[in-house]
């Protein structure tokens, strides 16, 4: 079973505007960890902003946030004030507590382009 | 200021020559991964280590070693390389195997790899 879903293979945006990135999981280990990383076409995997599962608030770092809904069992991502140089693939993951290997479970990703 | 180091950031290798890929950390961290991301698919563990303790994926195929001879070295060796290994191999490094909210995983710009 597919364990992280992100169900926009891609994604339009205009400059300066909002854009939110879906990102749903799937797992019974009550402590967990969840990722957004950005990966542009050069290819290096770059973090952006990490959710625990026992965070009560949502995760902030600068124009990315993280909308936690635990219960739902979503971790989306939202970038504020879009850039030219937020255009990249955005890989949500997630890293299971019991698994003690720090192993990172990756979607399929999406495509982002920022439009000027 | 590079942190995780791979080289050469791009390998062609010919069908059924050994090929090895490099990965160095200047980060004095304690594990040690390799992720495999074939075109558009979302990047998949291979293998890591643990200071000096090998973990391997269960379904990593025979085909794919690794060596980490110090702290700051750890190598990917494909055997025979086949066409369906040609993908951008990750490296990635942290603190501890565990979840807690300091410990992200650093990825290198990774290789991409070429088979002919």
């Known amino acids: 079973a597919q364990k992280i879903t992100q169900t926009q293979p891609g994604m339009f945006v205009q400059e300066k505007e909002a854009v939110t990135l879906d990102c749903t999981y799937d797992t019974s280990d009550p402590s967990y960890g969840l990722f957004w990383y950005k990966q542009p076409s050069s290819g290096e995997m770059i973090f952006l902003i990490y959710?625990?599962?026992?965070?009560?608030q949502n995760a902030t770092e600068g124009r990315y946030s993280l909308n936690f809904q635990k219960a739902r069992k979503s971790a989306n991502l939202v970038i504020s004030a879009s850039q030219l140089g937020d255009s990249a693939m955005y890989f949500c993951a997630m890293r299971e507590g019991a698994s003690n290997t720090g192993k990172l479970i990756f979607g399929q990703g999406t495509t982002l382009q920022v439009k000027p | 200021d590079a942190m995780v180091i791979q080289n050469p950031r791009y390998q062609v290798t010919q069908f059924g020559k050994p090929v090895t890929l490099s990965c160095s950390q200047t980060l004095n961290h304690n594990v040690m991964y390799w992720y495999q991301q074939k075109s558009s698919q979302a990047p998949k563990l291979l293998f890591h280590?643990?200071?000096?303790?090998?973990?391997n994926e269960a379904d990593t195929p025979d085909n794919f070693q690794s060596r980490r001879p110090n702290t700051s070295f750890c190598f990917l060796d494909i055997r025979s390389p086949g066409l369906g290994d040609a993908a951008m191999y990750l490296c990635?490094?942290?603190?501890?195997?565990?979840?807690?909210?300091?410990?992200?995983?650093?990825f290198g710009p990774g290789t991409r790899l070429t088979v002919l």
């Open positions: 959710q625990g599962s026992y965070d009560q």
């Open positions: 280590y643990y200071d000096k303790d090998f973990n």
């Open positions: 990635a490094t942290s603190i501890t195997p565990l979840d807690t909210p300091d410990n992200e995983q650093f």
